[in-house]
């Protein structure tokens, strides 16, 4: 009896906890698409193909990495593939409209808290 009744508490419990994470992942994502955003204006323009060594991707290059990655984990979400767009150029005004149009692509704006 006791785990009849610790099973149908574990279950009317589930939604509630469902909703937590699902809010606190979009919690999250909205707060790393904002602080991403700010960092690639903050950058100065000049300094979007600085690498510290060669090897390296350049600072553009990791603005646009960010945003495909949020893609490639938020597609599977919405029964897609991965897109592999990328910026016209490395320059601060691609880098920054491809992260701004590539993230609101995504199907986090469909989902609701």
Known sequence: MRTIAAALLLVSALPAFTQDVKS????????????????????????????????????GGQ?????????????????????EAKPASNSKADVIAFVKTYVR???LSGWRR
């Open 63 to 83: 603005m646009t990495h960010l945003a495909q990655g949020l893609g490639f984990f938020l597609s599977p979400f919405a029964g897609e593939k991965p897109s």
């Open 105 to 107: 692509q995504r199907p």
């Open 24 to 59: 606190a992942i979009l919690s999250h994502l909205k707060v790393s698409k904002e602080f991403t955003l700010k960092v690639a204006e903050a950058m100065p323009a000049e300094s979007y193909d600085f690498k510290l060594t060669p090897p390296q991707m350049s600072f």
